[in-house]
């Protein structure tokens, strides 16, 4: 399975945009890159996912490199709400029908007034 | 709405108690999951299932039980032989191929005195 890793903290101002690293080396060439977060005690909530090309959805943009080893998710414009864990999970799929989701540890997000 | 509900959000039992959590949802998902978390730590998968009357074990599933008779329900049964049931319990569902419908629920948080 896929291993990702992100950095354990990050801090970023209100309105400015965050970016938020997470590496995956060893990823395979049919395996999505995930991104969910989780706000205290809460159930996490999608946000983004991207098999080799860039993505944008209302919430956030997906970078992913060429090689496919790392990527980055970006909050164009922070705020107080955003603070939270972001999980970067590489989607690992058995013969096509159930993919599970591999959650580490994440980064904590402090978006600071 | 469409949606996974779990109940209680609260539980509270006494050691050597078995205890069953409830998951449902009316998604038509037919992927359902049940996660552990415990402070800190990121989400560990507990079992799976892609069907009904089917399931399989995911990386930490000595000491839990599941069933799975309807597509709609999931319940997960913390049992006696769970050395360290304190913690966050979560439960998503998905369609069979994932895309981006993995849902989570609330979660149940579980203390054992």
């Known amino acids: 399975d896929a291993k990702t890793t992100q950095p354990p903290s990050m801090d970023c101002a209100e309105g400015r945009a965050a970016n938020l690293p997470c590496n995956h080396s060893?990823?395979?060439?049919?395996?999505?890159v995930y991104w969910y977060r989780q706000i205290h005690s809460q159930g996490p909530q999608y946000i983004i996912h991207?098999?080799?090309n860039n993505e944008t959805n209302e919430m956030a943009s997906l970078i992913i490199t060429e090689d496919r080893k790392s990527s980055t998710l970006i909050l164009p414009h922070a705020t107080l709400r955003d603070t939270a864990v972001y999980y970067c999970i590489v989607r690992v799929s058995y013969g096509g029908a159930t993919n599970k989701l591999i959650f580490g540890t994440g980064t904590l997000l402090a978006v600071q007034p | 709405d469409g949606g996974i509900t779990q109940s209680p959000k609260y539980l509270f039992r006494k050691e050597g108690q078995n205890v069953t959590l409830s998951c449902e949802q009316n998604?038509?998902?037919?992927?359902m999951y049940w996660y552990r978390q415990d402070p800190g730590q990121g989400l560990r998968l507990i079992y799976y299932s892609q069907i009904v009357n089917d399931f399989q074990k995911g990386d930490i599933a000595e000491g839990y039980s599941v069933s799975r008779e309807k597509k709609e329900s999931f319940p997960l049964t913390v049992t006696s032989a769970q050395k360290n049931p304190t913690a966050f319990y979560l439960c998503?569902?998905?369609?069979?191929?994932?895309?981006?419908?993995?849902?989570f629920g609330s979660g149940t948080r579980l203390t054992v005195v």
């Open positions: 998604l038509n998902h037919d992927a």
């Open positions: 998503a569902s998905s369609i069979a191929s994932g895309g981006k419908g993995y849902t």
């Open positions: 060893t990823i395979s060439g049919n395996e999505y």
């Open positions: 991207g098999l080799k």
